[in-house]
């Protein structure tokens, strides 16, 4: 009885995406499997009576599970630097291959933590500054939030409370614009990128990669380390904040500013040679897209609200 009813259960797929080193937990189907089954059986009736999805088996481990994930990529070529088409756009981001980090800096209302910038989005810009929007309405997923919770990235998810916060409306209807606009646009974030593709996985990928690429991106401790801290009475030259922002990277970046010249987002920009998910980032220069900012004058002021 217990070999049968643990062949059914493989039989319909539901184990498939455990891990060899999960899998080999499970009796082998031998003789004396009845036997083994005898205290393991229970368990494995509740597990299965359970939405046996890739996600909720991401917690069972205390690495992350993939259910074959993007593809490996040979010698991708890096996005934007290409003479000629490239047909395979799971391992090359087309047509959206500069990538766009921005960050933004909220005074008022404030928003996250006083000594840090936040997340705005990762946006796949055409190369030359223009770029495509909302690209899939069949996965504009309306519970970010809950896919992550889902994938046991439980730490990902706190993080993006902290860091990824919106300063008019709730954090989640961010979060899906961010997704639904930008990152539907990422051609090595398509399902049909995936080996043995689970819905939404691709979801979890972007929102991680974005937090990645922030945590490398420490825009307060730069412009302060180069003596640019938020005041209510001091004002910069647009100049000096791009050369503060351009020192520990070696390329330009760009700013923006609301209201005329209170500086409030730096865009860091990047080609990828490979897939968003798994390949190089490599900084470089903006094509086509400039700084809004003055030339002088420009408030960087506190989300305190002194200075």
């Known amino acids: 009885m217990a070999a049968s009813y643990f062949q059914e259960v493989l039989r319909d797929g539901a184990l498939k995406n455990l891990s060899s080193s999960l899998y080999s937990l499970f009796p082998r189907l031998d003789s004396s499997l009845p036997a083994k089954m005898s205290s393991f059986l229970p368990s494995l009736r509740i597990l299965t009576k359970s939405a046996l999805t890739y996600y909720q088996f991401l917690l069972l481990s205390s690495s992350k599970l993939t259910s074959g994930g993007p593809p490996i990529c040979s010698n991708p070529q890096i996005s934007c630097q290409n003479t000629t088409a490239v047909q395979d756009t799971c391992c090359f981001n087309a047509p959206g291959g500069q990538l766009l980090q921005t960050q ?69 209807s961010f979060w899906e614009h961010e997704w639904e606009k930008h990152g539907t ?103 086509g897209s400039t700084s809004d900012c003055p030339a002088k004058g420009v408030k960087y002021l506190p989300k305190s609200g002194g200075g």
């Open 104 to 172: 933004f800096w909220d005074a008022d209302p404030a928003t996250g933590p006083t000594d840090s910038w936040t997340i705005h989005g990762l946006w796949p810009d055409h190369c030359d500054g223009s770029y495509s929007s909302n690209c899939d309405p069949s996965r504009a997923y309306t519970n970010i939030s809950a896919i992550i919770s889902a994938a046991g990235q439980t730490d990902l998810l706190d993080y993006m409370n902290t860091y990824w916060v919106n300063d008019d409306g709730t954090d989640e």
């Open 185 to 287: 646009c990422i051609s090595t974030l398509e399902p049909s990128c995936y080996t043995d593709y689970v819905p939404q996985e691709e979801v979890v990928d972007f929102f991680q990669k974005v937090v990645d690429l922030f945590q490398t991106l420490p825009s307060y401790t730069w412009l302060s380390d180069a003596g640019i801290v938020p005041s209510s009475e001091d004002t910069y030259t647009s100049a000096e904040i791009l050369a503060a922002l351009k020192t520990p990277r070696g390329v330009t970046a760009v700013i923006q500013c609301e209201d005329t010249n209170e500086l409030d987002e730096i865009w860091y920009f990047y080609d990828v040679q490979g897939s968003v998910q798994n390949g190089t980032f490599i900084p470089t220069n903006p094509d």
